[in-house]
């Protein structure tokens, strides 16, 4: 018999709603379908200025925009279990991430929206959501929580592997060989975020395609020694950091960005993250044998060439090893909602730094029917 999950995430880089539809029979993590959900321009723009910090705004308008996710990403589930013929009372349960209107664990705090209730109601099915604050009530970051999942996926008895998510926001899991050893992982600061936010203010345009437009610009290894100044980096993990942090204001901080042309800025944000990746690999797993990228920036061939440039070891995508890189984190939801329901942990404490190991998110019981009313 299958045994269902359904995981829904929607990441940094505000672009839309993954779905997957994944088969943990035999505990393995077979991926049965998969659907995309882009936002329109007036979400992206809402979110973008919901998300900003020290934004003043309307509890209506946060409300509102908490119930249209919400009906969203039911949406996204009712169109994925249609394509894949599955009867929502199949599915056992759904993971929800939702989307990251502030994440900020030194206070201690981190809000997803995308109201679950809704989602719960709406489809039948039961629903885990509001991972984050358990694993920060736990005196962790809330973050990154997709390590647990990569543990279970891609690690390997025959080789160290680091596994680089590159979302909005870039992070690292390192599984050692011997799996007596602890996994470590953590954000590594700017993934896609920045690139995105500068092509949109000069080319509105929501991402460089390819990293097209970066490679036609000089990169100023200055201005990027100089942006590596930021003490984030040097923080030791475990940490988790967001696009609240990690934002043009924070740019602006450094240096004047307009007395600069515009294409060697993109060029210089791009080698940012890539150089920031290999940097924290080098430092904190050395030992690496192989490294496996997902998230979008796996599309940007300008990134990954850079990437291969500054370290030594193979640099492929994580689609040969039993996950394409755009399923990744939709998948890990649809786990971690498995682990919450067998009454599991979900995080790791060594990557979150949690005091322990706790179980994830909270439960909103679907229909028993397994249908909507």
Same mark, same amino acid.
């Given at each position: 018999m299958p045994e269902l999950y359904i995981g829904l995430m929607s990441g940094t880089s505000l672009d839309g709603i993954d779905a997957a539809?994944?088969? /943990? *029979? !035999? +505990? &393995?993590?077979?991926l049965v379908g998969f659907e995309y959900l882009p936002f329109p321009d007036y979400i992206q723009n809402t979110i973008q200025r919901l998300s900003k910090p020290d934004t003043l705004i309307s509890l209506k308008e946060y409300g509102a925009m908490d119930a249209k996710l919400g009906h969203l990403f039911t949406e996204i589930v009712h169109t994925l279990l249609a394509k894949t013929n599955i009867p929502s009372a199949s599915v056992c349960a759904i993971g929800s991430h939702g989307l990251t209107i502030y994440h900020a664990p030194e206070i201690p705090f981190s809000l997803q929206i995308g109201d679950p209730n809704i989602i719960a109601e709406s489809t039948g099915i039961t629903t885990v959501a509001d991972f984050r604050r358990r694993d920060i009530a736990a005196n962790g970051q809330g973050a990154p929580l997709v390590p647990a999942f990569h543990q279970a996926v891609f690690h390997s008895p025959d080789e160290h592997r680091?596994?680089? &998510?590159? %979302? %909005?926001?870039a992070n690292i899991t390192v599984l050692p060989k011997p799996p007596s050893k602890n996994v470590i992982g953590f954000d590594t %600061?700017? %993934? +896609?975020?920045?690139?995105?936010?500068?092509i949109k203010l000069h080319r509105n345009q929501p991402y460089d395609k390819n990293g097209a437009w970066a490679k036609t610009g000089k990169i100023n290894h !200055?201005?990027?020694?100089?942006? *590596?100044? !930021?003490?984030? /980096? &040097?923080i030791a993990p475990p940490k988790s950091t967001g696009k609240e942090y990690f934002s043009l204001p924070w740019v602006y901080q450094y240096f004047d960005a307009f007395s600069y042309k515009a294409e060697d800025i993109q060029a210089s944000l791009c080698v940012l993250t890539a150089t920031s990746i290999c940097d924290a690999i080098k430092k904190h797993a050395p030992a690496t044998e192989r490294i496996l990228i997902c998230g979008g920036g796996i599309h940007n061939d300008y990134l990954l060439e850079l990437i291969q440039q500054h370290i030594e070891c193979p640099v492929e995508s994580t689609e040969q090893y039993g996950a394409h890189p755009d399923h990744v984190e939709a998948m890990a939801f649809a786990w971690l909602a498995r682990q919450t329901l067998n009454n599991l942990p979900g995080n790791l404490k060594e990557v979150t730094g949690a005091n322990k190991s706790v179980i994830l998110g909270g439960v909103y019981q679907g229909n028993k029917k397994g249908d909507p009313d």
């Open positions: 539809l994944v088969d /943990f *029979k !035999d +505990n &393995n993590a077979q680091c596994i680089v &998510n590159i %979302g %909005g926001i %600061g700017p %993934g +896609n975020t920045l690139m995105d936010l500068w !200055d201005l990027v020694a100089l942006l *590596k100044q !930021d003490p984030y /980096f &040097n």
